[in-house]
């Protein structure tokens, strides 16, 4: 059965303190892997796509890294507006548009 | 500006009641799709639709109908069948492509029971 498991479930960290995001997966083959940012009370943001193993992606402090069975969300020196829940989700190479999702990681900045 | 809008924001149901979610989108997207999220939980599809006059249903379809008589509109209905409607109610998009389709979201819609 395809699956996604995201760790930890919240996470927090001061401001600068640098940390990663784990998205641990289980597919028929990987399509893409997806990485999207949820701020309380509103929808998803989209963030990253992410393709083959050893693709990289940036976004000002974000870096998101994919192997054949996990990917991780780099946060690099973060700020208190990094606090969001982040999302992961995966489509299977036999999926005709579904995405399976993880249950996210809270993220917490303090000052 | 192009996106997603969904209405009403906060919707408030009585039991045994039928109510209906917007979702409108102004991307030219081809795909539409209803997920549902519940604290602790990772979304889950209720519905989706590749082309207008045309859906099929997801993991969680019982309860749920759906119609997408126009491009842009993919309105959701939670029936009285639904058991446990109570919930936050997310729309999405997804442009053509070969294949990966990343999906736009809406802002949501959070359907209280009371």
């Known amino acids: 059965e395809d699956q996604v498991t995201q760790s930890p479930e919240a996470l927090r960290l001061q401001e600068g303190e640098s940390s990663s995001l784990n998205c641990s997966y289980t597919v028929s083959g990987l399509r893409g892997l997806f990485w999207y940012r949820q701020d309380p009370g509103k929808g998803p943001e989209f963030l990253f796509t992410l393709y083959s193993a050893g693709e990289e992606k940036e976004k000002e402090r974000l870096k998101a890294t994919l192997t054949k069975k996990e990917s991780f969300l780099h946060i690099t020196a973060p700020k208190p507006e990094d606090s969001a829940t982040y999302l992961c989700a995966v489509q299977a190479l036999d999926s005709s548009y579904k995405l399976i999702f993880g249950s996210g990681t809270r993220l917490l900045v303090r000052p | 500006d192009g996106g997603i809008t969904q209405s009403p924001k906060y919707l408030f149901r009585k039991e045994g009641q039928n109510v209906t979610l917007s979702c409108e989108q102004n991307l030219n997207h081809d795909a539409m799709y209803w997920y549902r999220q519940d604290p602790g939980q990772g979304l889950r599809l209720i519905y989706y639709?590749?082309?207008?006059?045309?859906?099929q249903k997801g993991d969680i379809a019982e309860g749920y109908s759906v119609s997408r008589e126009k491009k842009e509109s993919f309105p959701l209905t939670v029936t009285s069948a639904q058991k446990n409607p109570t919930a936050f109610y997310l729309c999405?998009?997804?442009?053509?492509?070969?294949?990966?389709?990343?999906?736009?979201f809406g802002p949501g819609t959070r359907l209280t029971v009371l």
């Open positions: 999405a998009s997804s442009p053509p492509s070969q294949g990966i389709y990343e999906q736009f």
């Open positions: 639709s590749q082309i207008v006059n045309d859906f």
